[in-house]
């Protein structure tokens, strides 16, 4: 497979980047940026010298691959369109508005046998990458992301802009069904649910403690686990893990004889380009991608789940 040509659809905030990684790849062409603000296309068009348009159909019969970074309500329809026309996709979080829209666009991709990847971008997250090989049936997490309000995502409430990151990692972490739900919100900046916390109980025993907030004072994307050998912190915003266990390598922690911890700092790195490599290797591959549109399918349904939950339980 030569030299592969992409376009991304969307680029405000977010897609704008998504732009910028496709640009600097090796053995990928970005052919053009669509949005519907003819402006903003043109900004970012001649930013990176490659040709705007508004209408992405116009790109359907020049490209191989695409990022969808439009609104949550145009995603499924977007989407649809690319992969019929035998297009790879790496569509941003959350899938879809519906689980019936995920169902069908994970149908549309395997007929077309074409690549179809979910944006979680956390899953890039060089701290994350490095709990290969140490986590072991995990048996409770609480998990804290909280950012300062900005007008985008409010198209959705806080479980779907936000929490759904967290909601995608737990489920990769835990081998079970989520056996019940309890949750609670308010909204306080917005139309939608600002902030929310859900309390998850799996069918192997597990409980997760899920907070997300978009009216913070202060940023903050930690998660903790348990498990029966050790416990473990994972900072995604300074890149960073510990983990005490008992034994005798490590820094003794002060009043737990016997148990130690070990720290490792990661480099920040770039975790939108490896997200986007991650998804050209899967098209020049032929492989599963990372996050598979299954994996988006399944952490859509447990957040619409959790925002069934919270609209019985928010005060009108």
Request: proline share 4%; with cysteine; aromatic share 6%.
């Amino acid at each position: 497979m030569g030299t592969l040509r992409a376009a991304v659809i969307g680029v405000g905030y977010l897609g704008r980047f998504h732009a910028q990684k496709y640009a600097a790849l090796d053995g990928v062409e970005l052919v053009g940026v669509v949005d519907t603000d003819g402006e903003r296309a043109a900004t970012v068009g001649a930013e990176l010298g490659v040709q705007a348009f508004a209408d992405y159909r116009e790109l359907l019969d020049c490209i191989d691959l695409a990022s969808v970074v439009v609104p949550t309500s145009c995603h499924y329809a977007v989407t649809r369109d690319l992969l019929e026309a035998g297009c790879h996709v790496l569509v941003e979080k959350p899938f879809t508005e519906t689980v019936a829209e995920a169902d069908d666009l994970i149908r549309r991709a395997r007929q077309q046998r074409v690549a179809l990847q979910v944006g979680h971008l956390e899953r890039f997250n060089p701290a994350l990458l490095s709990l290969e090989g140490v986590l072991n049936n995990p048996m409770f997490l609480e998990s804290h992301r909280l950012t300062s309000f900005r007008s985008r995502g409010t198209d959705v409430n806080v479980v779907l802009d936000l929490m759904i990151h967290d909601i995608d990692i737990i489920l990769s972490m835990v081998p079970a069904d989520v056996r019940s739900i309890s949750a609670v919100g308010v909204p306080i900046l917005s139309d939608e649910v600002d902030i929310a916390n859900a309390r998850l109980e799996f069918d192997n025993g597990c409980v997760a403690n899920v907070t997300a907030s978009r009216v913070s004072q202060h940023s903050l994307r930690k998660i903790r686990v348990f498990q029966s050998d050790a416990y473990i912190s994972i900072d995604y915003q300074k890149h960073r893990i510990g983990v005490c266990r008992k034994g005798d390598e490590g820094f003794p922690v002060p009043g737990l004889p016997g148990i130690v911890l070990k720290e490792q700092q990661f480099e920040e790195g770039d975790s939108l380009l490896a997200e986007i490599r991650a998804f050209v290797e899967a098209v020049r591959s032929g492989s599963a991608p990372p996050v598979t549109g299954e994996d988006g399918k399944r952490a859509l349904e447990l957040a619409l789940q959790i925002s069934r939950q919270l609209a019985r339980t928010t005060p009108a």
